[in-house]
């Protein structure tokens, strides 16, 4: 007859309820890991791109492309003849988030858009790889900052965009179209190519210069 019986059924007792405490507080560890993973904090901006209370950040992604450049003559000023310079005319990028791609950045004509746009103005692009809700937003000279104490040198401008037009995809998507604000930070390269290879005789020639950046995507605080 073993008289150690009882004890060792209470020392069971106790392992196990010790294992299923652990086994608990490490699922609600992991539950609550994704919410505190997902907490986006963009980094601090110079002054006049700061994003207007009342947005936050929801998405994030970090975009390898270029921006393309064509040759063009200027007009010419009063009274002398004109010059030739390097114009933007269109981003191409791919948007990775966790070595995942999220989203295309282009040129395109808005087709959703938000008064008083006007339809079918060329604007940036962004659209979700996976449900292709789309948005076209713009920068204006007030919102883009060249400052040195935050921008790399070499490398094109950080940038407040505003969000002038916004489309779910074809099958209802919508993980885009919330979105008020972008911003293009942490930016390296892409700028346009030295002037002096802009020329008559290369009046037409396209330059498509590597980029790299983090785009910011806001939405209303109150949003889901």
């Not at 904090?41 to 970090?62: D, E």
């Not at 791919?94 to 060329?122: D, R």
């Not at 604000?181 to 930016?187: A, D, M, N, P, Q």
């Not at 396209?206 to 950046?213: D, F, G, H, I, M």
Request: net charge positive; aromatic share 10%.
């Amino acid at each position: 007859m073993n008289c150690n019986a009882p004890e060792n059924q209470t020392n069971r007792r106790i392992l196990l309820f010790a294992c299923g405490a652990a086994l608990a507080m490490a699922c609600t560890a992991s539950l609550a890991q994704p919410a505190h993973a997902y907490r986006l904090t963009p980094p601090p901006v110079p002054s006049n791109i700061q994003v207007p209370a009342g947005n936050k950040a929801f998405l994030k992604g970090h975009a390898f492309g270029t921006q393309n450049y064509i040759c063009l003559p200027l007009p010419p000023p009063p009274g002398g003849p004109g010059g030739f310079a390097w114009t933007f005319f269109a981003p191409q990028a791919t948007l990775f988030n966790h070595k995942k791609q999220v989203i295309t950045h282009f040129l395109s004509p808005n087709l959703g858009p938000i008064a008083p746009e006007v339809a079918g103005t060329a604007r940036a692009t962004w659209q979700h790889s996976r449900d292709t809700s789309t948005v076209w937003a713009f920068a204006t000279p007030a919102t883009t900052s060249s400052d040195p104490a935050f921008v790399a040198p070499g490398a094109i401008p950080w940038l407040l965009l505003q969000v002038v037009g916004a489309k779910d995809g074809p099958t209802g998507g919508h993980k885009l179209t919330a979105t008020t604000f972008i911003h293009r930070l942490k930016t390296s390269g892409g700028l346009a190519p030295p002037s002096d290879e802009c020329t008559q005789s290369t009046i037409g020639a396209k330059k498509l210069v590597p980029y790299t950046a983090d785009y910011f995507f806001y939405k209303a605080a109150k949003s889901k």
